[in-house]
């Protein structure tokens, strides 16, 4: 892990799903936003679809599946071989649906980031815009934060809300928030690539300043009632 100076970031993406999000990720290196390369991307499920888009890219992909082991202890233990074996600078959550155990977490502390649908600490855990819509919540939004062995608790870095409007279902709103999610992950996956984002004992330094709470931001045209910027 190791790098030259000025080598990309080298990551592994962990998916189960769908891989929009990897898909973002794919396209912001390729289009130089992010100085990175992705070693492989690594499904707990062999019928995610994103692992087409890997292949697409010419990415490697590795499945791991639960059900080919006979403890849960024994596939976090693969898991985790397979992703050290890449030595990857930054190990990338996106849409992976299993709780990763703490060997796991301690290994690459720091060095591990997922992306949530909700404005953490509210709603950790599943049905996210169920919940919010429940609770007729004004706004949702989604969250990028260090993985620590909380579920959804570690140090969050940056958040994008998005407003809730009265005709909202879960289809729309979450079409909306998959929306900022696709530009905040890379975004932060940029600030960690060039330097400027670390985390170290749940702290997190966001160019040379600790940063006390996530950082606010907003996309121009993505939801007319935001402005484009920080705040
Ligand atoms: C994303 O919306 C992400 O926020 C969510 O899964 C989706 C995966 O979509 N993650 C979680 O709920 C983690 N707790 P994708 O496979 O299209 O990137």
């Given at each position: 892990m190791n790098a030259a100076p000025g080598a990309p970031l080298t990551?592994?993406?962990?998916i189960s799903n769908q891989g929009s999000n990897l898909q973002a990720i794919i396209d912001a290196i390729a289009s130089q936003e992010i100085h990175a390369r992705i070693l492989a991307?690594?499904?707990?499920?062999p019928r995610a679809p994103g692992l087409q888009r890997a292949k697409n890219a010419g990415i490697s992909t590795a499945v791991t599946e639960r059900a080919d082991f006979a403890t849960r202890k024994d596939f976090d233990r693969r898991l985790l071989q397979l992703v050290r074996d890449y030595d990857p600078g930054l190990v990338v959550l996106a849409g992976?649906?299993?709780?990763l155990d703490d060997e796991f977490v301690t290994h690459f502390d720091g060095r591990l980031l997922n992306v949530h649908p909700s404005l953490l600490p509210k709603y950790p855990g599943l049905n996210t815009?169920?919940?919010?819509?429940?609770?007729k919540d004004g706004?949702?939004?989604?969250?990028?934060?260090?993985?620590s062995s909380r579920v959804d608790g570690g140090p969050v870095v940056a958040q994008t809300?998005?407003?809730?409007?009265?005709?909202?279902?879960?289809?729309?709103?979450?079409?909306?928030?998959?929306a900022t999610e696709h530009k905040l992950?890379?975004?932060?996956?940029?600030?960690?690539a060039n330097g400027g984002l670390q985390c170290q004992y749940e702290t997190i330094m966001l160019d040379g300043k600790r940063l006390a709470k996530p950082r606010k931001i907003a996309f121009a045209g993505l939801d007319e009632t935001q402005?484009?910027?920080e705040f």
């Open positions: 990551l592994v993406v962990l991307v690594v499904s707990n499920n992976f649906m299993h709780i815009y169920r919940r919010a819509l429940a609770a706004v949702h939004g989604c969250s990028i934060h260090f993985v809300e998005v407003p809730i409007r009265a005709d909202d279902d879960e289809g729309s709103l979450s079409a909306r928030v998959q992950y890379p975004m932060v996956i940029g600030w960690f402005e484009s910027g």
